[in-house]
T-cell receptor, first 113, second 113 residues
């Protein structure tokens, strides 16, 4: 149980385009999901908390207009990187809460050219 | 804000050796504590967690961790490692009323056959 999926696993895009990443809880409902960013050889940095049916809560220093989060259902949250630039290239990971424990998706590798 | 410290970022040891990874956190109130493992090319998986009760927690794959409240620590141990334990290990903490996790920087563990 407690499986979280992400799509796509890999995305390469041109600078200036927008990229949408999906996070799904496959066998449970999650009112809260989280989005992280992981730089090479570094830890996970929490970007935002995604709440079903309400606005996301962003961590300090994260641009909410750049990283749009939509949590439209109890099993799906999306992160859209708008007008992506090379510095947005990173590994984006989502997690979902089940019984007070976070379960993580496999991550999405974004490369902006 | 919570902070989590993991020392000795790179650990190299031989099969059958014992492993202990330190984790210290800063929050003085009620905490939930987690160890996650990230095998090469895979997503974060939960190794074990502590919410309350017996401070010695058993996890998967022979791992255990001990919560010592007076030392603000939650060290991970395995008596005899295998090559397949090669991975990155992350300690994470949230305060009891908040699901937002703070992660340590991780320990890169390499087990030599």
């Amino acid at each position: 149980g407690a499986v979280v999926s992400q799509h796509p696993s890999w995305v390469i895009c041109k600078s200036g385009t927008s990229v949408k990443i999906e996070c799904r809880s496959l066998d449970f409902q999650a009112t809260t999901m989280f989005w992280y960013r992981q730089f090479p050889k570094q830890s996970l940095m929490l970007m935002a908390t995604s709440n079903e049916g309400s606005k996301a809560t962003y961590e300090q220093g994260v641009e909410k207009d750049k990283f749009l989060i939509n949590h439209a259902s109890l099993t799906l949250s999306t992160l859209t990187v708008t007008s992506a630039h090379p510095e947005d290239s990173s590994f984006y990971i989502c997690s979902a809460i089940s019984k007070e424990t976070q379960y993580f998706g496999p991550g999405t590798r974004l490369l902006v050219l | 804000a919570q902070s989590v410290s993991q020392h000795n970022h790179h650990v190299i040891l031989s099969e059958a050796a014992s492993l202990e990874l330190g984790c210290n956190y800063s929050y003085g109130g009620t905490v939930n504590l987690f160890w996650y493992v990230q095998y090469p090319g895979q997503h974060l998986q939960l190794l074990l967690k502590y919410f309350s009760g017996d401070p010695l927690v058993k996890g998967i794959k022979g791992f255990e961790a001990e919560f010592i409240k007076s030392k603000f620590s939650f060290n991970l141990r395995k008596p005899s490692v295998q090559w397949s334990d090669t991975a990155e290990y992350f300690c994470a903490v949230n305060d009891g009323g908040n699901n937002r996790l703070a992660f340590g920087k991780g320990n890169q563990v390499v087990v030599i056959p």
